[in-house]
């Protein structure tokens, strides 16, 4: 082993090719990504990353310039599991969630991603190995589309090669939405997977209203119905809705996790390894969902989580995200025949293109 000599942190604004927007966050014109490299004193690297939606970037890469090296430098870079519980009780007081753990969550991947290249095997293999072949789907940020832009945009998807789709409700209407997804519907076909988004946006008996509504059009999920706060306005819904639930992106630790999972409020869980703890916290939640015999899904930072859902045999799907960073790294994510490939370079893969970033600094 080898100890942690050096963290540098980044911090950059993405400008979006085109403006996004759902029903909660408005729209999105850029995101931010922080990142985190690590060196150890062999002077091998691994590096992380979180991302938001566009705010609070500042005070996440503050964290991890200021807060975070004192609890890690000198260490020994391997002891992934000490280090991470050192640096969680250490922000626990005055940041439990927020900004800490998206912090802690770009520090563990980038040691993961260390320890990975120092043993030479892609992350999955580190992680267990299961199948490096994980079923994706293409996730749209797409509420204000019109029926018309939104078929134009599932089309290229599917030219790309998705065999699965999401796209936003949570219009002012219901019936705009239930328009929305039965041409979805019609469009892909009987049986083709088709995920529906709310972004948190109903009350419990609005959300119930809307699940009744899609039944209808067999949706392998309806996402974020209601605020994540309210574990037990999930179980209702999952109750009284009739369709099955994904949860998680906006969970920030296991314990979370497991409050849905035990009060039955969540069909698919869905951590986002950039925010719930990094890669430490999520494997435990996928392997906690696999207790309960829950399929897990993922939000957010495609590039990292195919390796950890092709560690897991309890996966359902990989999201491709709409906060790409193709045009910045060296390889984009593979994708053939609805499945995105877990790449066998070591570690996780990703080469940022840090002078291009630098632009964006």
């Not at 995101?31 to 609070?56: H, Q």
């Not at 260390?114 to 994980?134: E, S």
């Not at 945009?153 to 065999?163: P, Y």
């Not at 060296?330 to 995105?340: E, F, M, S, T």
């Amino acid at each position: 082993m080898a100890r942690i000599a050096t963290i540098e942190t980044g911090f950059y604004r993405i400008p979006l090719p085109v403006t996004l927007s759902d029903s909660t966050h408005g729209e999105i014109a850029a995101f931010e990504l922080i990142t985190c490299r690590i060196s150890d004193a062999d002077g091998a690297e691994g590096v992380g990353y979180t991302y938001t939606v566009g705010r609070n970037g500042g005070a996440v890469a503050d964290i991890l310039r200021r807060e975070i090296p004192p609890f890690v430098e000198g260490r020994e870079a391997d002891d992934t599991e000490a280090i991470w519980h050192h640096v969680w009780w250490g922000l626990h007081y005055g940041g439990r969630g927020g900004p800490a753990v998206l912090a802690l969550s770009a520090l563990d991947i980038a040691l993961w991603d260390l320890k990975a290249r120092r043993a030479g095997l892609p992350l999955f293999r580190l992680l267990g190995g299961f199948d490096a072949r994980v079923p994706c789907y293409a996730g749209g940020i797409d509420l204000d589309l019109s029926v018309e832009a939104l078929l134009k945009q599932t089309d290229g998807n599917l030219t790309k090669g998705f065999r699965a789709i999401k796209m936003k409700v949570g219009r002012p209407d219901l019936k705009s939405d239930v328009a929305r997804v039965s041409a979805m519907r019609q469009h892909l076909g009987d049986g083709f997977p088709l995920m529906a988004d709310a972004n948190m946006k109903w009350t419990v008996e609005e959300a119930i209203r809307a699940a009744r509504a899609f039944q209808p059009y067999d949706l392998t999920w309806l996402e974020e119905p209601i605020i994540p706060d309210d574990v037990a306005g999930h179980a209702r819904i999952m109750q009284a809705g009739g369709v099955p639930i994904a949860a998680g992106e906006n969970l920030r630790s296991l314990w979370e996790f497991k409050n849905y999972i035990v009060a039955g409020a969540v069909s698919y869980p869905e951590p986002d390894v950039t925010n719930c703890g990094g890669v430490t916290a999520f494997m435990k939640i996928a392997r906690l969902a696999e207790a309960f015999n829950l399929p897990v899904t993922s939000h957010g930072a495609h590039d990292i989580t195919v390796h950890l859902l092709a560690a897991c045999p309890n996966r359902s799907y990989l999201e491709a995200h709409g906060f790409g960073l193709d045009r910045y790294i060296a390889h984009p994510l593979v994708l053939g025949d609805g499945k995105a490939l877990a790449p066998d370079r070591p570690g996780h893969g990703i080469g940022f293109d840090w002078k291009g970033l630098a632009k964006l600094s």
